[in-house]
C-alpha cells in the first residue's frame, strides 16, 4: 500500500479562502492525497493570559483573540473546502482542537480527522473522537511514550494512526530522531505509524519513508516568507512536489524484501558469473 501523503495547509492560507484554493490545488498537483487545515472553535484554545496581547499582523495591530478568530474559517468556507476537493479528487480534513471542532467536522464528508500534538493529553475529546468513528490521527509532539499510551488506549486500534513529530518550527536534524517512529510502531503493531515533520528540507522525511511510514505529513506554502507561525518550517509547491516524487521513488526502491535475480540481472550474470564456459 503506498504512503499516504497529507499537506498540511494548517493556518498558512491566513484566513483568506483564495489562498485556499492555491494552496488546495498545488498540493493536489504534486501529487498529495490529502490537504489538512486546523479547526478551533473561536478563541477556547488560546490561554486566558494571552486574550488581550497585542500583536502586529498584516491587518494592523490586533488583540491575539482578534488575531486567532480572524484565522478562522467558518462554515461557508468548509463548504467550498468540500466541494474543490472532490473536484479535485483529494481528500480533506482538519486538526480539531476541541469539541466544537470535532462536532463542526462531522457536519462534512471527512472520514478522518486528527487530533494534533497539543491536544493528546485532553481525554474528553480523545474520547469523544474515538466515538465518532472516524479514523484519528493522532500526533505525538511534546509527548511521553507513557502519555501517548495512555491517549492511544482510548481509540480503537483500527481507528489509530500515531504520527511520530516533534513541535519544533522548523526542528533541527538532531531533535527529529526518527527512530521513535520505529518504537511507537512497535509499542502499537496493528496501528498505521507515519511521521509529520517540521524540518527544513526533505531529507529526514524521505528517510522516515525507509523506515517504514506508511502516513507522511508536511506543511505546505506558497511561499515561506509569508506572515504566519507556520510558514517557515513549510514547503513550497516545488519542494512539496519533489518530495512526493521522492517519496514515490522510495516505495519503489524498497521493493517486497524476497532476495532475486532480476530479469535485467540475466544477461549480466552469463556474462559475468564464475566459471567462464
Not at 207 to 230: C, P, Q, S
Request: hydrophobic share 40%; glycine share 6%.
Amino acid at each position: 500500500m503506498s504512503v499516504y501523503i497529507i499537506a498540511e495547509i494548517g493556518i498558512n492560507h491566513n484566513g483568506d479562502q483564495a489562498i485556499v484554493k492555491e494552496l488546495m490545488y498545488a498540493a493536489s498537483i504534486a501529487g498529495a492525497n490529502c490537504v489538512k487545515f486546523q479547526k478551533r472553535t473561536g478563541v477556547n484554545c488560546v490561554p486566558p493570559e494571552q486574550l488581550d496581547e497585542i500583536r502586529q499582523t498584516p491587518w494592523g495591530e490586533m488583540t491575539y483573540a482578534e488575531y486567532r478568530t480572524k484565522l478562522e474559517l467558518d462554515y461557508e468556507a468548509y463548504q467550498q473546502i468540500d466541494l474543490f476537493a472532490t473536484t479535485l479528487g483529494i481528500d480533506w480534513t482538519a486538526s480539531v482542537w476541541d469539541l466544537g471542532a470535532l462536532k463542526f467536522l462531522q457536519d462534512f464528508s471527512v472520514t478522518q480527522i486528527k487530533i494534533p500534538s497539543a491536544q493528546l493529553t485532553n481525554e474528553l475529546l480523545i474520547e469523544e473522537a474515538a466515538d465518532s468513528e472516524l479514523q484519528i490521527i493522532l500526533s505525538t509532539g511534546m509527548s511521553t511514550m507513557d502519555q501517548i499510551s495512555i491517549a492511544a488506549e482510548r481509540i480503537p486500534i483500527e481507528q489509530l494512526t500515531l504520527l511520530h513529530c516533534v513541535s519544533t518550527y522548523p526542528s533541527e536534524p538532531s531533535e527529529i530522531n526518527l527512530l521513535a517512529m520505529q518504537r511507537l510502531k512497535y509499542e502499537f503493531p496493528l496501528a498505521r505509524v507515519g511521521y509529520s515533520g517540521h524540518e527544513r528540507g526533505t531529507q529526514a522525511t524521505i528517510a522516515a519513508v525507509a523506515l517504514g511510514a506508511e502516513v507522511i505529513e508536511r506543511h505546505i506554502t506558497l511561499d515561506r516568507t509569508m506572515w504566519g507561525t507556520d510558514q517557515a518550517a513549510s514547503l513550497e509547491p516545488h519542494a512539496f512536489e519533489k518530495m512526493v516524487r521522492d517519496i514515490r521513488i522510495v516505495e519503489e526502491a524498497l521493493g517486497d524484501g524476497e532476495k532475486k535475480v532480476v530479469e535485467r540481472e540475466l544477461p549480466i550474470l552469463e556474462k559475468l558469473r564464475y566459471p567462464f564456459k
